[in-house]
T-cell receptor, first 114, second 114 residues
Framework: ETGVTQTPRHLVMGMTNKKSLKCEQH?????MYWYKQSAKKPLELMFV???????ENNSVPSRFSPECPNSSHLFLHLHTLQPEDSALYLC?????????????FGEGSRLTVL | AQSVTQLDSHVSVSEGTPVLLRCNYS??????LFWYVQHPNKGLQLLLK??????LVKGINGFEAEFKKSETSFHLTKPSAHMSDAAEYFC????????????FGTGTRLLVSP
């Protein structure tokens, strides 16, 4: 199994739909992240969970709702999204107690909002 | 505040010629710096990292980077480009804001021609 797995890889939804993105890490890490990658913009950190507790919310609109039931799983629940929310959503994990603490990324979920 | 600046949005090289991707950082203390690569429709993969040990850091696929404090630079180099090196490259600095997180540069797209 790869280190960080994201599903689905592609998602198309209307503005009134409710959907969820899933992330699972098999690395034994204690921190998980959601990033948004839009065309021609730097990677934007959305949420950080450390030991299942949310430690960062970068002023993300409430139509994005994260859930971290345990240290291996992270969800991003989506509802009433806007077309400008179309982007690649990347999940990552890290071991925060280690020196360096680099992030390990999944392959992303490509979201298109119609 | 800690930040990174990638000086070139695009770099074009011919296969077999050297690669130089430039990155300058801003940090009030000794930073941790990373280079990540992203191939089309893929997640980000760590190339190399600097965490205050040796200033010349060797990474995967023949890439290396040199930390130069006097120039606040962390440029990425490779002696000979391969077609498979065509991708987006991100310079990243780790910041200490109570909970450590990564700040990404805007990316440099490397184009490799035959």
């Amino acid at each position: 199994e790869t280190g960080v797995t994201q599903t689905p890889r592609h998602l198309v939804m209307g503005m009134t739909n409710k959907k969820s993105l899933k992330c699972e890490q098999h690395l034994g890490h204690n921190a998980m992240y959601w990033y948004k990658q839009s065309a021609k913009k730097p990677l934007e950190l959305m949420f950080v969970y450390n030991f299942k507790e949310q430690t960062e919310n970068n002023s993300v609109p409430s139509r994005f709702s994260p859930e971290c039931p345990n240290s291996s799983h992270l969800f991003l629940h989506l509802h009433t999204l806007q077309p400008e929310d179309s982007a690649l959503y990347l999940c990552a994990s890290s071991q925060e107690s280690s020196v360096g603490g680099e992030l390990f990324f999944g392959e992303g979920s490509r979201l298109t909002v119609l | 505040a800690q930040s990174v600046t990638q000086l070139d949005s695009h770099v074009s090289v011919s296969e077999g010629t050297p690669v130089l991707l430039r990155c300058n950082y801003s940090s009030s203390y000794s930073p941790s710096l990373f280079w990540y690569v992203q191939h089309p429709n893929k997640g980000l993969q760590l190339l190399l990292k600097y965490t205050s040990a040796a200033t010349l850091v060797k990474g995967i696929n023949g890439f290396e980077a040199e930390f130069k404090k006097s120039e606040t630079s962390f440029h990425l180099t490779k002696p000979s480009a391969h077609m498979s090196d065509a991708a987006e490259y991100f310079c990243v600095v780790r910041v200490n804001t109570g909970f450590q997180k990564l700040v990404f540069g805007t990316g440099t797209r490397l184009l490799v021609s035959p």
